[in-house]
């Protein structure tokens, strides 16, 4: 029996598969997709075992499913007769956005379920998984599942109203991230910077801001009045982004993306 398997290992999964490698050692992790060529990096880089969806789920005591929501009810299906036919207990680790663990587990058989929300930084230890248990889902499960998933950085517990919520920013999150990124590399190229020290020091200049306020705890806002002097150039700065509504803009964002995610659950 294998201690995990993944059905779907493209982004979200793939990454998700090699987290549980590095946990528990790839050769306690099945793997399964459509595409060859993501199973063998798996297979290379981690040790993963390489099997069919229908060997998956017969032989894992995890079973994350790592497809897009709009295949969900194909992959469920496909699987559902070979979960039907176990008498051993079994779990199914559903990341599929906006469809709730009720949903999954109705399409399953009434198989136990945990629904997860992880985002891709978790590929360098650094990522926010949120979860919640669905019917069915014991204690030991839980804890198997966090050990799993320890590498990937922190797994937070949300009752699951919250899921789709938490899911518009740290899901979406590391998207809009990037967009601020690109948008602060630019501005130093305008200033005259070459691209790759923009880039650099901008990516620097995030990850350490956040690193300070993690470290430090310190609000953010106090975080922010620390670095503007009074009538220097940061508070100019800051006056620029908040006439252009950058604090708007990001709200909307977040809303924007929170409103899709409920929209395409809609009837799942
Ligand atoms: N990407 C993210 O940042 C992110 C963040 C949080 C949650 N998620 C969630 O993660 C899930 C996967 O998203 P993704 O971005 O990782 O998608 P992806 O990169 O497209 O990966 C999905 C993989 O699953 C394969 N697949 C589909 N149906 C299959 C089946 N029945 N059996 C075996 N393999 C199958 C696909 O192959 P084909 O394309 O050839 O069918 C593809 O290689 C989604 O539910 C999404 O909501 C993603």
């Not at 590929?123 to 320890?150: N, R, T």
Request: aromatic share 4%; charged share 20%; hydrophobic share 45%.
């Amino acid at each position: 029996m294998y201690k995990a398997g993944f059905i779907g290992c493209g982004n979200m999964g793939g990454t998700l598969a090699a987290v549980a490698a590095r946990s528990v050692g790839g050769s306690a992790v099945l793997t399964a997709d459509h595409n060859a060529p993501k199973l063998a990096a798996l297979e290379k880089e981690w040790g993963c075992a390489v099997g069919t969806p229908a060997q998956v789920a017969a032989e894992s005591r995890l079973i994350f499913l790592g497809v897009k929501p709009q295949v969900m009810d194909r992959a469920c299906e496909e699987i559902r007769p070979v979960l039907m036919k176990r008498k051993d207990h079994f779990v199914v680790v559903s990341m599929a956005a906006g469809m709730s663990s009720a949903a999954v587990s109705t399409l399953l058989g009434d198989a136990p379920v945990i629904r997860i929300m992880p985002n891709t930084p978790a590929a360098v230890g650094e990522g926010v998984i949120l979860y919640c248990k669905g019917l069915g889902v014991s204690a030991d499960d839980e804890e198997l599942f966090l050990s799993l998933m320890k590498p990937a950085g922190i797994c937070a517990k949300l009752p699951e109203e919250k899921i789709d919520m938490g899911s518009a920013l740290t899901g979406c999150g590391p998207a809009f991230v990037c967009l601020l990124v690109e948008a602060m590399t630019d501005a130093g190229v305008r200033c005259g910077l070459p691209h790759d020290l923009a880039q650099s020091f901008s990516l620097q200049t995030f990850a350490g801001t956040a690193k300070l306020a993690l470290k430090t705890q310190r609000d953010p806002a106090q975080l922010r009045a620390a670095v503007c002097s009074p009538a220097g150039s940061t508070i100019e700065g800051v006056a620029a982004l908040e006439a252009l509504g950058a604090r708007h803009a990001m709200m909307e964002a977040v809303q924007a993306a929170y409103r899709r995610t409920v929209e395409l659950g809609k009837g799942k």
